[in-house]
């Protein structure tokens, strides 16, 4: 499979704990994006790799957010003290020198 | 604030007609504008892109961009039932890196 691949898919958590989210991006895909859907929204961007430095981040993504893309591959998006409204389904993507190519997304409910 | 602004619709359609989707921007600057295809509970897919004013036509699928106006358009012609999806347009402004902004998407019903 040469796809962008993310785990977990789905991720039922209660509010105040932490979450982590892998994405695997193409593999000659250097970069590498997080983006956040929820309900009756269009994708809403959160942050950008170009190999391992996060070069955007949106102001969306609050100090509870954490990013990281060591070495350059595979990236973890981890949410700390979850909160009710970080309900959504958090897209990454990839792309090399063309179009964005998306994952199927982890859906995350908080309870 | 950079924008992308879709009609949420849904826009419903017979089978066999053509569907119009439309979509303004806010970025006079913008550089790239995307149409997306999002079945419910999947992920976005790539449909369409355009980067110069007109038309760009792909089988069934027709891009417009009028960038005096601001506005990307998405034709679908003879329209079926599994084209029923969002349809997200995205937009990449100027400068900076490359980020797409997404408008919140047209809602499409393709009814038999």
């Known amino acids: 499979d040469t796809g962008v691949s993310q785990n977990p898919r789905h991720k039922i958590t209660k509010r105040g704990q932490n979450v982590t989210f892998r994405c695997d991006p193409i593999s000659e895909h250097n970069r590498l994006y997080w983006y956040r859907q929820t309900l009756g929204q269009g994708p809403e961007f959160l942050t950008y790799?170009?190999?391992?430095?996060?070069?955007?981040k949106s102001r969306l993504l609050s100090d509870r957010f954490s990013a990281e893309r060591p070495k350059g591959s595979f990236s973890t998006l981890e949410i700390q003290r979850t909160e009710q409204g970080d309900s959504a389904m958090y897209l990454c993507?990839?792309?090399?020198?063309?179009?964005?190519?998306f994952g199927e997304g982890s859906r995350l409910t908080v309870l | 604030q950079k924008e992308v602004e879709q009609n949420s619709g849904p826009l419903s359609v017979p089978e066999g007609a053509i569907a119009s989707l439309n979509c303004t921007y806010s970025d006079r600057g913008s550089q790239s504008f995307f149409w997306y295809r999002q079945y419910s509970g999947k992920s976005p897919e790539l449909i369409m892109f355009?980067?110069?004013?007109g038309d760009k036509e792909d089988g069934r699928f027709t891009a417009q961009l009028n960038k005096a106006s601001q506005y990307v358009s998405l034709l679908i012609r003879d329209s079926q039932p599994s084209d029923s999806a969002t349809y997200l347009c995205a937009v990449r402004a100027s400068g900076g890196s490359y980020i797409p902004t997404f408008g919140r998407g047209t809602s499409l019903i393709v009814h038999p």
């Open positions: 993507a990839s792309r090399d020198s063309g179009e964005l190519f």
């Open positions: 790799f170009q190999n391992e430095a996060q070069l955007e």
């Open positions: 355009i980067y110069s004013n």
